[in-house]
């Protein structure tokens, strides 16, 4: 049956037919009836294409701009998408306002980007849609406008796109475009999750945990936290060993706990590289060992979290896991300081104070202790008071 219907084909697209000759490229490249064939798909693209057959026009752009059958080239795929978007093909129109949109292989042009998508988002073109938002929210080729984005991804998501159901999501729970909304945030972050999207799952997780726009369940929480993570998600994996380190909808499990940490933490996370580092530091979970904890730590703190770079000058200043090292103590004490950390603020004001690993200097220590004594630390608003009262003194 498919040698004959691919016979009669052939024989029409080589009279010229240009349908038959967009169907055959189909068929080959496919594999259809024919062996697949993305060489000769092309060859009967090109016939249609040359005719003005819109669908031939966007499957040979296609191909040249995923190097199909042909050796990629933009300029061609522009070309051909342009002539059938022309014709009011949707897809050639998004994908025409992607190609200008990334600027690869063709000059970038944010206004021809706009101007495709907005046209195939009329027709109802959620990917295009989706882009369009994201234009109006970074005010890209066109002014900044997130209201009018949040009208454009509520398009999309209404449609089933999952990244834009969780961007949405996201819009209602931190007030982008829209009220803040908890309960609209939840609803379209189940939309994501039972799509399978990793992030709604876990910002569904999230919404449970915590009780935000849905009752608080932990057990529904580690269950969306759970998926996500059975894909690989580093935030899901170090919040499901968050959940296991303090016992929170489950029994306390400081192995298991790890054994998520560890997961994230080989991804690059920089919390779960943290609580690796302090697994490791305390031996909870884990065999201790200092200078797993300081590698940890250092990973985090390279990154720029603020705990663990607290943590790496305690391991520096002490000398655990790593050569004891007071200038290097100093640094990562401050570089936390900066962000605000507590701890390091006294740590970097008790070197001044004693003159460790620095030139002894009150003043800079009085400066770094009234930092965490506004932060409500007694003991350095005891040294504070201290100091305060021996400068009168003094003056007396």
Known sequence: MDAERIAILKQAAE??????QYNLGVDFEY???????????????????????????????????????????RSEAEKWYTLAAEQGHAKAQCNLGILYDAGEGIERDLTAALKWYKRAARQGRAIAQYRLSWLYF??????????????WLKRAAQQGHVSAQYDLGD???NGDGVRRNPAKAARWFRRGAKAGDADAQTNLGVAYFYGKGVKQNWKKA???????????????????GLMCEKGEGMAKDAAQAVKWFRLAAEQGHLKAQYYLGR??????????NKTKAAAWFRKAAEQGDAESQNELGVACFYGKGVPQDWKQAKKWYKRAAVQGNALAQGNLGQMYLSGEGVIKNKARAAFWFRKVAKQGDKTAREFLREVSSRNAKQEG
């Open 15 to 20: 009279q010229g037919d240009p349908w038959a």
């Open 31 to 73: 594999g259809q009836g024919v062996e697949q064939d993305k060489a000769e798909a092309v060859k009967w693209y090109r016939l249609a294409a040359e005719q003005g057959i819109d669908s031939a026009q966007f499957n040979l752009a296609r191909a040249y701009d995923d190097g199909e059958g042909v050796e990629p080239d």
């Open 138 to 151: 970074e005010g890209e080729g066109v002014k900044k406008d997130p209201a009018r984005a949040v009208q």
């Open 171 to 173: 819009c209602y729970r």
């Open 222 to 240: 580690k269950k969306w936290y759970e998926r996500a993570a059975a894909q690989g998600f580093d935030r899901a994996q170090c919040n499901l």
């Open 279 to 288: 697994a490791y530091r305390d031996g909870e979970g884990v065999k201790e």
